[in-house]
């Protein structure tokens, strides 16, 4: 029975060790992702909020 237990010890280390990488991976991204959307929130408030002015001078290049 011992030897069973230290044959499949080893795998089952090594799957755990996975199993925690790949959820910190994940969770991260998903983090990642939703502050992501939370910056494009506010971006898009702010342009909302405050339009662009158009420019006090003209371009001498554009009135060629």
């Known amino acids: 029975m011992l030897e069973y237990v230290a044959v499949l010890l080893p795998s089952i280390g090594v799957g755990a ?3 925690f990488v790949m959820r910190s991976i994940f969770n ?3 983090a990642e992702r939703e502050a992501m959307s939370q910056a494009e929130e506010r971006r898009a408030q702010a342009q909302q909020e405050a339009p662009v002015a158009a420019p006090d001078h003209e371009d001498p290049a554009e009135s060629r």
Do not use: T
């Open 28 to 30: 991260a991204d998903r």
């Open 17 to 19: 060790v996975f199993y």
